[in-house]
């Protein structure tokens, strides 16, 4: 019998800021722009309706859309 159970794997959990903020600059290549606290709230008020699941983060949805917006807006390299 199929275990109907989906695992959740790392990238898709629901994560907060300041997990998503570690995990973000952790895992980026030195020459990427780094994230801080203050350009990922300004980064959630622009994208408002990535946040259907209230103030949580996901690698999966948020990291690449994170990797376009932030030269543009003030990302720190």
Same mark, same amino acid.
């Given at each position: 019998?199929?275990?109907?159970? $989906?695992? =959740?794997?790392?990238?898709?959990?629901?994560?907060? =800021?300041?997990?998503?903020?570690?995990?973000?600059?952790?895992?980026?290549?030195? $020459?990427?722009?780094?994230? $801080?606290?203050?350009?990922?709230?300004?980064?959630?008020?622009?994208?408002?309706?990535?946040?259907?699941?209230?103030?949580?983060?996901?690698?999966?949805?948020?990291?690449?859309?994170? =990797?376009?917006?932030?030269?543009?807006?003030?990302?720190?390299?």
């Amino acid at each position: 019998m199929k275990n109907n159970k $989906t695992e =959740i794997k790392e990238y898709e959990k629901q994560i907060s =800021i300041s997990d998503f903020l570690r995990s973000y600059n952790q895992n980026m290549p030195a $020459t990427f722009p780094r994230a $801080t606290m203050l350009l990922l709230n300004k980064f959630r008020e622009a994208h408002a309706g990535l946040f259907k699941h209230g103030d949580f983060w996901s690698l999966d949805l948020h990291r690449k859309k994170l =990797i376009e917006w932030l030269p543009r807006n003030g990302g720190l390299k």
